[in-house]
T-cell receptor, first 110, second 112 residues
Framework: SQQGEEDPQALSIQEGENATMNCSYK?????LQWYRQNSGRGLVHLIL?????REKHSGRLRVTLDTSKKSSSLLITASRAADTASYFC??????????FGTGTRLQVTL | DTAVSQTPKYLVTQMGNDKSIKCEQN?????MYWYKQDSKKFLKIMFS???????INETVPNRFSPKSPDKAHLNLHINSLELGDSAVYFC???????????FGQGTRLTVV
């Protein structure tokens, strides 16, 4: 299958809590990216982590990459209602394409 | 200014018809893509073009024919539409194949 696995499929938290989403993949990668998709909208790039990097930060986002376990995680700290969206990881390998995971639907409630 | 724009945003058509979706990017990128997102939100790549040349064709039925008149445009023509073609189609572009991709807002295609 082209799809990586993401878990959980759905996550519901309260505002102010942290949200952690995980992504696993099967083949070697050049880099791994995370995207957000608000309902009815296109995808927005959040962060890119290269295969030789282990951790990257951007604002309230923290991404880790473990190539030995072929997995990545996205942590959103101090979540806000506006973070409600679907989050996708996307892998790039040797070919010029992004292969997306199955996505995690995050719901942040007040 | 919209970076990646695709038209139309919504498309409702009958089975058997032929339709086109247009995509344009003003980012100066050399790689463009078409993705299909189904009702379960799975995103699957269909085509990738680099400098007007097709580099990825992911076993898409030949009813789907992409056309890239120049590196800023990648259009998708679909012949003999089927019910299963109903989905949201996203155009995207990137500077190189392995870098950040910018997505259009999507075209929701409904075949009735």
């Amino acid at each position: 299958s082209q799809q990586g696995e993401e878990d959980p499929q759905a996550l519901s938290i309260q505002e102010g809590e942290n949200a952690t989403m995980n992504c696993s993949y099967k083949t070697s990668i050049n880099n791994l990216q995370w995207y957000r998709q608000n309902s009815g909208r296109g995808l927005v790039h959040l962060i890119l982590i290269r295969s030789n990097e282990r951790e990257k930060h951007s604002g309230r986002l923290r991404v880790t990459l473990d190539t030995s376990k072929k997995s990545s995680s996205l942590l959103i700290t101090a979540s806000r209602a506006a973070d409600t969206a679907s989050y996708f990881c996307a892998k790039t390998g040797t070919a010029s394409k992004l292969t997306f995971g199955t996505g995690t639907r995050l719901q942040v409630t007040l | 200014d919209t970076a990646v724009s695709q038209t139309p945003k919504y498309l409702v058509t009958q089975m058997g018809n032929d339709k086109s979706i247009k995509c344009e990017q003003n980012l100066g990128h050399d790689t463009m893509y078409w993705y299909k997102q189904d009702s379960k939100k799975f995103l699957k790549i269909m085509f990738s073009y680099n400098n007007k040349e097709l580099i990825i064709n992911e076993t898409v039925p030949n009813r789907f024919s992409p056309k890239s008149p120049d590196k800023a445009h990648l259009n998708l023509h679909i012949n003999s539409l089927e019910l299963g073609d109903s989905a949201v189609y996203f155009c995207a572009s990137s500077l190189k194949g392995n870098t950040e991709a910018f997505f259009g807002q999507g075209t929701r295609l409904t075949v009735v």
